[in-house]
């Protein structure tokens, strides 16, 4: 009953900003730390940012930290993330993941982000 629905533009120019948000059900969210995953047809599956349950403590990967934020509101079961100063570099299917017990995880409803002129 997981279930992970990703909602934001797809396009913009690069130096521009977009925000993701990814709306959770199924589990107890407020106890769970969160992910964000992107894949692109060069890179395969990549990690780009985790967030701990009440949103203290956050990871970045190298290639987005200090553009990237992730962020949550236990409140509305959402997990989000800002992207800023976005390069062509960025452009993939953006994933969220939810560390709920191994048995019920599963990849979230991916979305297009395709930074271009």
């Known amino acids: 009953q997981v279930k992970l629905v990703v909602a934001g533009r797809g396009w913009v120019q690069p130096g521009g900003s977009l925000r993701l948000s990814c709306a959770a059900t199924?589990?107890?969210?407020?106890?769970?730390?969160m992910n964000w995953f992107r894949q692109s047809p060069g890179k395969g599956r990549e990690f780009i940012a985790s967030i701990s349950s009440t949103g203290g403590i956050t990871n970045y990967a190298d290639s987005v930290k200090g553009r990237f934020t992730i962020s949550r509101d236990n409140a509305k079961n959402t997990v989000y993330l800002q992207m800023n100063s976005l390069k062509v570099e960025d452009t993939a299917v953006y994933y969220c993941?939810?560390?709920?017990?191994?048995?019920?995880?599963?990849w979230g409803q991916g979305t297009q982000v395709t930074v271009s002129s």
């Open positions: 993941y939810a560390m709920v017990p191994v048995n019920l995880r599963r």
């Open positions: 199924g589990f107890i969210f407020s106890s769970t730390a």
